[in-house]
């Protein structure tokens, strides 16, 4: 069983900077951010592998947001710069604990249970 929670999310302006970060309890392997808005699919959004060799990201955060880890702390971080209005979504963060990772959430057995990021125009 492995627990997550997120923590960092708020209110900001086009424009700003939020950093979220996710605490795990337990085994984990790669972790993923997704985020949804209502009525919509959770979105993928970044991953990182276990060993943070290896990230990839949703095309529409690539350059804006960099995804990272620290494994000593058993945390996940998304950086996120450079916001825009359509990036107002819950952030939840995920963990892969069977190597499957990628952009699916499918691939992820474990969420937290989100944060709200509301970045006004």
């Known amino acids: 069983q492995v627990q997550l929670v997120e923590s960092g999310g708020g209110l900001v302006q086009t424009g700003g900077s939020l950093r979220l970060s996710c605490a795990a309890s337990g085994r984990t392997s790669a972790l993923g951010w997704f985020r949804q808005t209502p009525g919509t699919e959770r979105a993928f959004v970044a991953a990182?592998?276990?060993?943070?060799?290896?990230?990839m990201y949703a095309d529409s955060v690539k350059g804006r947001f960099t995804i990272s880890r620290d494994n000593a702390e058993n945390m996940v971080h998304l950086q996120m710069n450079s916001l825009k209005p359509q990036d107002t979504a819950v952030y939840y963060c995920a963990v892969d604990l069977n190597g499957v990772w990628g952009r699916s959430p499918s691939a992820y057995e474990y969420w937290g249970q989100g944060t709200q990021v509301t970045v006004s125009s």
């Open positions: 990182i592998s276990g060993d943070a060799v290896m990230t």
